[in-house]
């Protein structure tokens, strides 16, 4: 006999009515079930786009793939299934593995709770009870701190000036050919370029509104882009996004130039009216973040640079060259927006002419007696 009806977000009472004939019992559970889980993500405040739909879409993938229920499956179609992804997708990383079999683990944690009434459930419906697919000996393990592709690295300063002399050089181009888009091509070199020089995610810097550039009192010549406002920087485990205060810093003082640019001669242009967003399209919209990747893309092949650099290695350059301009630690983890500062190390990949100077520099502090200047 069922306990009473739960007051848990996702319990079986709640999706699936007990007592009613359905004509296709099977497919009714199944709908119930990822309606339910849909439920009790919303209970922890996950995010319906970024989260929960992404999820929802891989179970139903998973369930098309098996051809069965999830009181059907077993580790053994969990493993084809990966197996079917790594073969199909030479893309297909160790991260997306770990991704995709944590979204699947947790679905059926959700469904395997006796506190949600579905193993009870599914056993007065089938007589079978859903069951557990991914274990610790068919799960990705997780050995290194970082697992993306090795080609993906920060930028030399060479390759930044030449992404940036790309995108301007596409403005230059339209003009004189009389196309459109000579605006929308200034646009996006200016946002390029302000994703280097604060070192910004793609959606932080799609977020941007007028209102987040600030003062800052000790930097009085930078005027109103002495700082960038943060508002939806990455969040975790269902938080809100994190909040955080970017400071220009001296090496890069010619983004004062290129945004007062922008916002004197380009965006006006769009007729952006009382939106508030930084950077307007031709729609007077918020510019997307596909489009901010179609941008670099474009402002990539242009320059000839490896297709393997994305958007992200833009801030990858940013942390390592702020390290190699010599400021603290704690100042460069605090401007990323990292919690740890091991995640900003994994970000940062100087060079090697910046590790020789290190050393020349401790030769010299200890041996200046004998460190003979060469001529």
Avoid at 137 to 165: I, K
Avoid at 220 to 249: E, I, Y
Avoid at 281 to 291: F, G, K, P, V, Y
Wanted: glycine fraction near 6%; proline fraction near 5%.
């Amino acid at each position: 006999m069922r306990n009473g009806p739960s007051e848990l977000a996702g319990n079986v009472d709640l999706v699936l009515a007990d007592g009613v004939t359905h004509l296709d019992p099977e497919t009714a559970a199944f709908g119930a079930m990822i309606e339910g889980w849909r439920l009790q993500q919303r209970a922890r405040f996950l995010n319906e786009a970024g989260t929960i739909r992404p999820r929802l879409r891989l179970v139903r993938r998973f369930a098309e793939f098996t051809n069965q229920y999830p009181w059907q499956w077993t580790p053994a179609e969990a493993e084809a299934f990966m197996e079917e992804l790594r073969s199909s997708n030479d893309t297909f990383s160790v991260s997306s593995a770990r991704t995709y079999q944590a979204a699947l683990r947790m679905f059926c944690e959700y469904v395997t709770d006796a506190r949600y009434g579905w193993p009870q459930r599914c056993w007065e419906m089938f007589e079978a009870s859903p069951a557990q697919i991914f274990h610790e000996w068919n799960s990705v393990v997780h050995c290194a701190e970082f697992e993306g592709d090795p080609r993906r690295r920060p930028l030399t300063y060479d390759e930044v000036q030449a992404l940036f002399d790309a995108a301007d050089g596409q403005v230059e181009e339209i003009q004189a050919q009389h196309r459109k888009g000579a605006l929308a091509a200034m646009r996006d070199s200016a946002v390029l370029k302000t994703v280097y020089a604060f070192g910004l995610r793609r959606q932080e810097a799609c977020c941007l509104d007028l209102a987040d550039l600030r003062r800052n009192p000790r930097a009085a010549d930078f005027g109103r882009f002495g700082a960038m406002f943060v508002r939806f920087g990455k969040a975790s485990r269902g938080s809100p996004p994190k909040r955080r205060t970017v400071l220009a810093v001296p090496e890069f003082d010619w983004i004062v130039e290129v945004l007062e640019h922008y916002l004197q001669e380009v965006r006006p242009a769009f007729s952006p009216k009382r939106h508030p967003a930084l950077w307007i399209t031709e729609r007077c919209s918020r510019l997307s973040r596909r489009r901010l990747d179609e941008a670099f893309e474009a402002a990539r092949a242009r320059a000839g640079l490896p297709k393997e650099l994305d958007l992200h290695c833009l801030r990858h350059s940013y942390i390592t060259h702020l390290v190699e301009f010599g400021y603290p630690e704690l100042f460069v983890q605090q401007q990323a927006g990292h919690s740890y500062a091991s995640t900003t190390a994994i970000y940062t990949g100087v060079s090697d002419e910046y590790r020789n100077r290190l050393v020349e520099r401790a030769l010299k502090a200890r041996f200046a007696d004998l460190w003979e200047e060469q001529p």
